[in-house]
């Protein structure tokens, strides 16, 4: 390594990374089947419908085109800084989704855009086409505002992707040069420039190169990145000298804005552009994972308690501010004007993943299932072609999805991610085989060198209840690790039919079942999913006096459509019953809350606007649907804290 | 008058404008000696602090020097198109002053800007510095976004001030050559302009100096103004195709900005800059009062009628958005980010004794009273140096006065209405005296031709009893009328010692006590003031769970000095008792109101964000200030709107 001796002391951490038993490779999506209810119809439509719409897009925007490398002075559009990445992302979809269900349109697609990315690298191996075609001249000279290395970064997952997904080289090998003339431009090293990406993503994706490379050049690149990130001289003070700039009139006002305020290791709060945050945090557990570096898994762990518990919005959306798409200040969680960028959700599912395989906690697979199944799932509506790029948990009714965006990020963020869920379901190491997700679906694995096929069958979210059947040529020892929600507050769990008593089996929110295994053999979990009120820490100002609504993993909202009055007026009784009922022809087939609630009478105030009598109170039903679903009928309300009835 | 035939039907209309007894002159400031413990400080903190504050600022800025008119090219400060206003209204509010309380250091000021002004006069009449000296090219040529006519109606205010409170015709002389050489720019005959003001203010402005002068010219350009706003064709169309510019590119977006979308007598509601609407439906009260026009009276009361009944904050503020400065939706009232512009108030002061002189309805004192209360006096620390621009009627404690702005209409405005408080009190005409405002004083006017003096006695707003008493030469038979103000629900009144039954004596509002009254006669009013709840429409979501204190006319905040945790957890449960007292020694003497509340513990949810428990409740100790007294101590949280406790 590189920079193998980090100094920092690291003997009060509570944690080793070397902890045995913890460390985990999650099964990549090839090896995932999903057959279930709930996401195959989210899946089908990422396929058949956001992926070609997206490249639709792609293509009338000059997106694509982009990399004939063409463009004139003059002419409209300019190439974007950040149009590479939008294509590689969908690259990177499209790949997934071929291995898994082969489609020839699509292939072909894949192959065109493969041949055009290839023709536009430069002969030094240098890959961009805005600083190739529009401004070649300012090459590297501004990292902190614009998006070269991002763009790289993506172009590394799209080629790591389409390596995985084809077994074809190319693109990989043609990635592998950028990365290696990168790497001949930045390093501590004299002559080399000591820069960092002002928008993190190369640095994840030089890992991902690594682990398909197993050239470790790549991952001492990365760690140079985010090693060099934050510390003084500050790179971006001299970089914009160089262009004739005062630092200190940084548009952003501050380095926090890009995690650059201090080194990362000394990071104690998560800041600035939540995006950023969240692809640098990630490739922060990448590299504690990787380097078995127990303190920058500490340094990590921090920024996750921090931003966990004062800056997470109950739906897993993560950002709260517009003004620098980002953080804002401890609880802080504005709900009408809430960021929660959709990238940022995802991000957030990146780097709790990444975490999860280097300690199997439920505590990170709760936080990934939050923003999964509610800021994720809601970034897309359910004909896969239209995006929210925020995500608020309250909306007047002006807030819609749309076809696509100047800024295009969020669209094929989620095509990417959705393509790839399988990877997020299940992990291995040499003993023990950990289910972190329930979805319906079938695993081929690998667990201490002893190949397994497990069966996953559930009709979760609706339902709490799972089967785990195994199949295998021989039978063999191994731990299974069963995930206990943390929204679960009572679980079961039947090995072949027999009860299997929890206690002194739960290790972090993960039950173990160590046996020896049969081929047949079946796990019955029952989770316990009743509806739940949910109350936010004192601390946000904005959820006073309110109460959410949420069974199993998702989080329930009202829309206007259900309600005759504007949502405002609703108040839920703390003692009003929660039913639920499985609708089959509402949004694709919902759970849906009904209770007997109030609602503020505004008929015996004629004109007036303030009076001395409080307002009266009716009967009102209501109706919660999960939140992802909002915005997929007519438009209107939205809210997810229900004012509540203080007792 | 030039459009005496105004063809709208007026048949409909269910109040006329000759209705006896209705219309009211106010007895002028400088008739009227205020004496009180309230007002008096707030009064003597204008003439010794404010007035000299402002000056300086009007220097140091180069808004004084501007009149000189010897700016030149690339020299800073550039003289600004609003620029002129802010010295009218210090001129406007130093000559008010003077008059009441001579003072040579002013005096000398007050000359020596007059002399500025006059000498900045051109030979044609014409009368600004920024089209003089900078731009004199563009004179005339962007009536929708410059100031041009607006900076001459508040230098026509100022001349007509000076004139009153000096008897010196020089400014006064001026301004009416200024509106002798405007009058010969626009209007509809041929060879004119058919343009008006963007911003309005001279409308009301030719009024005034109609009065003092007694020329009809003057009150029949104001009527064009009215009457041509919002035509079709429309002006700012022409004129800005005329600039080379498409209409459709104004940067308001629409002329509900400028009010100028419609004719002034078909517009139904309150739209867009919260000032310039002030200033417009002024003068439309204005011009309906001098010219017996009961079908721009109805258009007036129909904007009253909208903005009281879904626009207006309790605080008497207006203009919830800071986009347009103004008008958002109806009963869209933000509490933290409502603009509520400091000017907005003083117009509504403005319109509202408008109208009180045309209907001697307390509904429009009302509101006069809550904004001067609340909105305008809170717009001034108690030293007089520094000023809200915007006031928002909860804070997280970033908010504060400051000394000066950039665009800096507010701090001069308030000067002005200060320094000419005496005027909203009283009114007369040939039957009656009203007694619109309850501020210890004594008032020298005219009823029916007898001078009458009258002596006003109270500590209001601190207590509800207020004792008038009568001088006057010879004894003589008139109305007394008395404003039983709409927040008291029990009154009383004795005369001369002898209760007084107000059964079929009120009228909109007003007690009349009419009698032969003899010198030493006294009416002794008892207002009951009792600390009120109050609560919002159902239909202002921001209020929603939510109770306000009041104690007369003063509504009361909590700041986050006198509590120990943040003032969203604090909860006001609906039957705890709201005691009072007087604290002598606290900003400048107050009565603070105190109550065993509750707050939301928060020390037991350690790092939790959200749990399925709700918040546990200890009691809380609370303590309310008025509202316009919040932001002199140290700085901090500040909120109106308190948290109730659902019975």
């Known amino acids: 390594m590189m920079f193998p001796p980090y100094q920092e002391d690291a003997s009060t951490l509570s944690l080793s990374i070397e902890q045995p038993g913890l460390a985990f490779t999650a099964v990549p999506w090839k090896d995932v089947t999903i057959d279930d ?89 240098y890959l961009n086409t805005h600083f190739t075609a529009v401004e070649p001249e300012k090459r590297w000279t501004n990292l902190r505002d614009w998006h070269e290395l991002y763009c790289a970064g993506h172009l590394m997952e799209a080629a790591v992707a389409h390596f995985q997904a084809t077994g074809k080289r190319t693109l990989l090998d043609a990635l592998s040069r950028y990365a290696d003339y990168i790497d001949s431009v930045f390093g501590p090293e004299p002559g080399k420039k000591r820069g960092y990406p002002g928008h993190e993503e190369i640095e994840l994706a030089l890992v991902k190169l690594y682990r398909v ?6 991952l001492r690149l990365s760690q ?3 090693e060099e990130r934050g ?78 518990s004062t800056r997470l919005y109950i739906t897993g959306g993560i950002g709260s501010s517009p003004s620098n798409e980002g953080f804002s200040a401890d609880y802080d969680l504005p709900n009408e004007r809430a960021y929660a960028e959709t990238c940022a959700a995802i991000g957030l599912v990146f780097w709790n993943h990444r975490l999860l395989q280097v300690e199997c906690d439920a505590r990170y697979a709760d936080v990934l299932e939050a923003a999964l199944y509610n800021s994720v799932l809601g970034g897309i509506s359910l004909d896969g072609e ?21 800024v295009s990020c969020c669209p094929p963020n989620i095509a990417r991610l959705l393509a790839s869920l399988g990877e997020y379901i299940y992990a291995a190491n040499e003993t023990d085989i950990a289910v972190h997700l329930y979805i319906q679906s079938t695993a081929r694995l690998n667990v201490g060198g002893c190949a397994v096929t497990l069966r996953q069958e559930t009709t979760y979210p609706w339902n709490g209840a799972i089967t785990l059947r195994i199949e295998m040529a021989e039978s063999a020892t191994f731990g299974l690790k069963l995930r206990l929600p943390g929204w679960c507050h009572h679980a079961s769990l039947r090995v072949n039919g027999e ?20 081929a047949g053999d079946a796990v019955a979990l029952e989770l316990a999913m009743p509806v739940e009120r ?66 503020e009478d505004d008929a015996d105030w004629g004109r007036t606007l303030y009076r001395s009598q409080s307002p009266r109170w009716l009967p009102a039903a209501i109706t919660a649907i999960p939140y992802y679903a909002w915005d997929n009928r007519q438009p209107g309300e939205m809210r997810i804290w229900f004012r509540r009835k203080e007792g």
């Open 534 to 599: 949910m109350y936010a820490h004192p601390g946000v100002r904005q959820d006073v006096g309110c109460v959410a609504i949420k069974r199993g993993p998702l989080v329930y909202c009202m829309e206007g459509v259900d309600h005759p009055v504007p949502l405002h007026r609703i108040i839920l009784p703390e003692d009003a019953d929660l039913a639920s009922s499985f609708q089959a022809e509402m949004l694709d087939g919902v759970i849906i809350i009904h209770a007997q609630a109030l609602m």
């Open 37 to 125: 209810l709930f996401w195959a119809t989210r899946l089908r439509a990422n396929r058949e419908h956001t992926l070609p719409h997206l490249y639709r897009f792609c293509q009338e925007t000059g997106r694509l085109d982009a990399f004939r490398l063409d463009w004139k002075p003059g002419r409209e559009p300019v190439p974007h800084i950040f149009w590479d990445s939008d294509v590689a992302k969908w690259l990177e979809a499209a790949c997934y989704s071929l291995a898994t269900h082969p489609d020839a349109w699509l292939s072909q697609r894949v192959d065109e855009v493969v041949a055009l990315i290839l023709a536009a690298q430069q002969p030094d191996g």
């Open 231 to 308: 510390r003084q001289p500050h790179y971006y003070d001299a970089e914009a000298r160089l262009r004739g700039e005062d630092p200190a009139a940084f548009w952003a006002g501050t380095y926090e804005y890009n995690q650059s305020h201090l080194p990362v290791r000394e990071q104690q709060e998560a800041t600035g552009h939540a995006v950023r945050a969240m692809y640098l945090y990630s490739a922060m557990a990448d590299l504690a994972h990787e380097c078995h570096d127990a303190n920058l898994l500490a340094a990590c762990k921090r920024l996750w308690n921090h931003l966990c």
């Open 499 to 518: 009860a299997f008593d929890l206690a002194g089996h739960v290790e972090r929110g993960y039950v173990r079942v160590e046996r020896h295994w049969q």
């Open 386 to 406: 239209t995006f929210f790029y925020a995500n608020p948990l309250a909306s007047q009714g002006m807030h819609h999805r749309q076809e696509w965006f100047e």
């Open 224 to 226: 140079y990145f985010i």
């Open 213 to 218: 490379t197993g050239e470790k050049r790549y």
